[in-house]
């Protein structure tokens, strides 16, 4: 309840003090941070699997979603592809978790080929335009790579998750997941 009374004195505050602008940037990208916080019900965006076929996020609630937003032209986030898949490999028999990657990349080509050549052994999904550009709106995503966290019931754990990369990544999901 403070959080959410603070939340609103400062929107309130930020709106009197800034530029129309600057408001008109910034109050999406924060309003979107507030609507992803742990425990907000998770937006159910849509999305595409290599054949074309569309599926929503709600598809997979009832394990914990590991989410990663990337894109074949972002080198930090191919960067983080070979530690995704050295943790999908070691969860791949643990019903608990499910890891998805979610392209935003406006060149299909480019995450076709980029798909032929890692052969990656968990979803791919690519958004077109409009699904990209409501990812990027009901998330907040500024920038990517972009990794978020989903529990179960389809509610937020976390809205900017920890990279694959990180050192203690398996201790984290380890305890997020009860192991």
Same mark, same amino acid.
């Given at each position: ?8 004195? *400062? ?6 003090? &800034? ?10 990208? *924060? ?8 425990? !907000?019900?998770?937006? +159910?965006?849509?999305?595409?699997? @290599? ?5 929503? @996020?709600? +598809? ?5 979603? *590991?989410?990663?937003? #990337? ?5 930090? $986030? ?12 070691? *969860?791949? +028999?643990?019903?608990?978790? !499910?890891?998805?990657?979610?392209? =935003? ?12 050549? +890692?052969?990656?052994?968990?979803? !791919?999904?690519? $958004? ?10 009901? #998330? ?8 978020? =966290? =989903? ?6 754990? !976390? ?7 990180? &050192? ?6 380890? &305890?997020?997941?009860?192991?």
């Amino acid at each position: 309840m403070l959080l959410e009374l603070n939340s609103v004195a *400062y929107e309130r505050s930020f709106k009197a003090a &800034a530029p129309q602008q600057t408001l008109d940037y910034f109050l999406p990208i *924060y309003q979107s941070r507030i609507a992803t916080q742990a425990g !907000q019900p998770c937006p +159910d965006v849509t999305f595409s699997d @290599l054949q074309g076929q569309k599926h929503r @996020l709600s +598809d997979f609630f009832g394990k914990f979603i *590991y989410i990663d937003i #990337w894109a074949t032209w972002c080198g930090p $986030c191919c960067a983080e592809i070979p530690y995704v898949e050295q943790h999908v490999a070691h *969860y791949k +028999d643990n019903p608990k978790i !499910q890891f998805l990657s979610i392209s =935003i990349d406006h060149n299909h080509d480019a995450w076709v080929r980029k798909l032929e050549k +890692d052969k990656p052994e968990w979803p !791919q999904f690519i $958004c077109d335009k409009e699904e990209s550009k409501v990812i990027s709106q009901q #998330w907040g995503v500024t920038g990517i790579p972009r990794f978020i =966290i =989903i529990n179960p019931d389809g509610t937020i754990n !976390q809205g900017e998750a920890f990279r694959p990369s990180s &050192a203690d990544f398996r201790e984290k999901i380890d &305890a997020l997941i009860g192991q």
